[in-house]
């Protein structure tokens, strides 16, 4: 194929070494998953490389005798699964390669994701290797004989990555893995692929009932968009009533999102897009990894700085007795304390110069304040009263 005469200049020269290593030990290297896809779909960078080593007499002894090889001058990271990760010190190339395996699924009425043990088959054919993998485009291979590559598609992948089409390897075993639903999902969103009949069938009777909050929240995060992603999930009928309730506005928290990514990291990006639309709090548990009591925590923040749009520092100078009694006061105590931390996110001096409360930023907190001579009920109030007449 056209596409895998690309191969050999993007190999980075570490897993170059790592093939003629490999065929010297008699093994077949086969480039499997997303880097085949990619490769197809015009990509110029390969972010996984993945590979299948094939041996017609592979045996327990065989492998380690290529483990062993490999160690000299490479890190090997043992991962689940028979999975070897392989990092190269000098350059920090890394990929990771297997045996073929076979997955073991207990007898149950539902599973969760990794629900299986592996067991190594050399003899198993690539042909019935991929049927465990989720979709047909992401079952492609690419093997190596040392002179050229040779695509492997067994299932047609190929040609349902050009029809933009996602179709499961093998419904029963699809339907095993509910990571494989979220999987579905982020891909169509992220290529605009569709689903193929089979596909729709499988997600709409999927059991979904150990699908958890922390795989959710990987692949909303691998999305790109994450509250896109949720509200393209609503769609499904099998989906936990947990994970239910759209969003009216995600093109605007995604517009948030995105700004304070890269700064933030996801988990606090998307707590700033929540927080400044005051919409999608119940995104924050299973998306952001918030617990109930930080969501609550940030979402009386909110209300308080709604409550105080537009007052300036002068609206807080009063006699003691006066300022105590004023409701405004409290909730500006609410607000400050602990002393101004969270309003070092950029995002938060965002939100309160849109409300006209950016002073509250600007005015320095002295930590050092004495208020020892206060009833222990007030010194809060009154440390927060000797800030605002600094």
Same mark, same amino acid.
């Given at each position: 194929?056209?596409?895998?005469?690309?191969?050999?200049?993007?190999?980075?020269?570490?897993?170059?070494?790592?093939?003629?290593?490999?065929?010297?030990?008699?093994?077949?290297?086969?480039?499997?998953?997303?880097a085949?896809?990619d490769?197809?779909?015009g990509?110029?960078?390969?972010?996984? +490389?993945? &590979?299948?080593?094939?041996?017609?007499e592979?045996? $327990?002894?065989?492998?380690?005798?290529? %483990? #062993? *090889?490999?160690?000299t001058?490479?890190?090997?990271?043992?991962?689940?699964?028979?999975?070897?990760?392989a990092?190269?010190?000098?350059?920090?190339?890394?990929?990771?390669?297997?045996?073929?395996?076979?997955?073991?699924?207990?007898?149950?009425?539902?599973?969760?994701?990794?629900?299986?043990?592996?067991?190594?088959?050399?003899?198993?054919?690539?042909?019935?290797?991929?049927?465990?993998?989720?979709?047909?485009?992401?079952?492609?291979?690419a093997?190596?004989?040392?002179?050229?590559?040779?695509?492997l598609?067994?299932?047609?992948?190929?040609?349902?990555?050009?029809?933009?089409?996602l179709?499961p390897?093998?419904?029963?075993?699809?339907?095993?893995?509910p990571?494989?639903?979220?999987?579905?999902?982020?891909?169509?969103?992220?290529?605009? +692929?569709? &689903?193929?009949?089979v596909?729709?069938?499988?997600? $709409?009777?999927?059991?979904?009932?150990? %699908? #958890? *909050?922390?795989?959710m929240?990987?692949?909303?995060?691998?999305?790109?968009?994450?509250?896109?992603?949720?509200?393209?999930?609503?769609?499904?009928?099998?989906?936990?009533?947990k994970?239910?309730?759209?969003?009216?506005?995600?093109?605007?928290?995604?517009?948030?999102?995105?700004?304070?990514?890269?700064?933030?990291?996801?988990?606090?990006?998307?707590?700033?897009?929540?927080?400044?639309a005051?919409?999608g709090?119940?995104?924050?548990?299973?998306?952001?990894?918030?617990?109930?009591s930080?969501t609550?925590?940030?979402?009386?923040?909110?209300?308080?700085?709604?409550?105080?749009?537009?007052?300036?520092?002068?609206?807080?100078?009063?006699?003691?007795?006066?300022?105590?009694?004023?409701e405004?006061?409290?909730t500006?105590?609410?607000?400050?304390?602990?002393?101004?931390?969270?309003f070092?996110?950029?995002?938060?001096?965002?939100?309160?110069?849109?409300?006209?409360?950016?002073?509250?930023?600007?005015?320095?907190?002295?930590?050092?304040?004495?208020?020892?001579?206060?009833?222990?009920?007030?010194?809060?109030?009154?440390?927060v009263?000797?800030?605002?007449r600094?």
């Amino acid at each position: 194929m056209t596409f895998l005469a690309r191969l050999p200049e993007l190999l980075p020269a570490p897993i170059q070494d790592f093939l003629k290593l490999s065929l010297h030990l008699g093994f077949t290297p086969v480039l499997v998953g997303g880097a085949v896809r990619d490769l197809a779909n015009g990509s110029e960078e390969i972010l996984d +490389w993945d &590979f299948e080593v094939h041996h017609t007499e592979g045996s $327990e002894t065989r492998w380690q005798a290529l %483990l #062993s *090889a490999l160690r000299t001058g490479h890190q090997l990271t043992p991962q689940s699964h028979h999975v070897v990760k392989a990092l190269h010190p000098a350059t920090r190339i890394e990929w990771q390669f297997a045996p073929p395996r076979i997955e073991i699924y207990p007898q149950r009425d539902a599973y969760g994701h990794g629900d299986f043990e592996t067991k190594v088959a050399w003899k198993l054919p690539f042909a019935e290797a991929v049927n465990r993998r989720d979709f047909t485009l992401n079952a492609m291979g690419a093997s190596w004989d040392g002179r050229a590559w040779t695509l492997l598609d067994p299932l047609n992948g190929l040609a349902h990555l050009k029809a933009g089409e996602l179709h499961p390897c093998d419904v029963e075993h699809f339907r095993k893995d509910p990571v494989r639903f979220l999987r579905a999902h982020r891909f169509a969103l992220k290529y605009g +692929w569709k &689903f193929s009949p089979v596909l729709k069938e499988a997600l $709409e009777h999927m059991d979904l009932g150990f %699908l #958890s *909050a922390h795989y959710m929240s990987e692949e909303s995060r691998k999305s790109g968009a994450p509250f896109l992603f949720w509200n393209h999930l609503q769609s499904q009928q099998s989906l936990p009533t947990k994970f239910q309730g759209g969003i009216l506005h995600p093109a605007q928290l995604e517009e948030t999102y995105s700004r304070h990514l890269g700064a933030f990291g996801h988990s606090n990006a998307m707590l700033a897009a929540v927080f400044a639309a005051g919409e999608g709090w119940h995104l924050l548990l299973p998306l952001a990894g918030k617990g109930e009591s930080e969501t609550t925590v940030w979402r009386l923040r909110r209300d308080h700085i709604l409550s105080l749009s537009g007052k300036v520092v002068e609206d807080f100078i009063k006699i003691d007795e006066e300022l105590f009694r004023q409701e405004s006061f409290a909730t500006l105590c609410q607000l400050v304390r602990p002393p101004l931390a969270w309003f070092q996110f950029a995002w938060a001096k965002e939100v309160l110069t849109e409300h006209g409360l950016l002073w509250i930023t600007e005015k320095p907190w002295d930590d050092k304040i004495d208020v020892r001579s206060f009833p222990p009920q007030e010194r809060g109030a009154r440390k927060v009263m000797a800030w605002v007449r600094a």
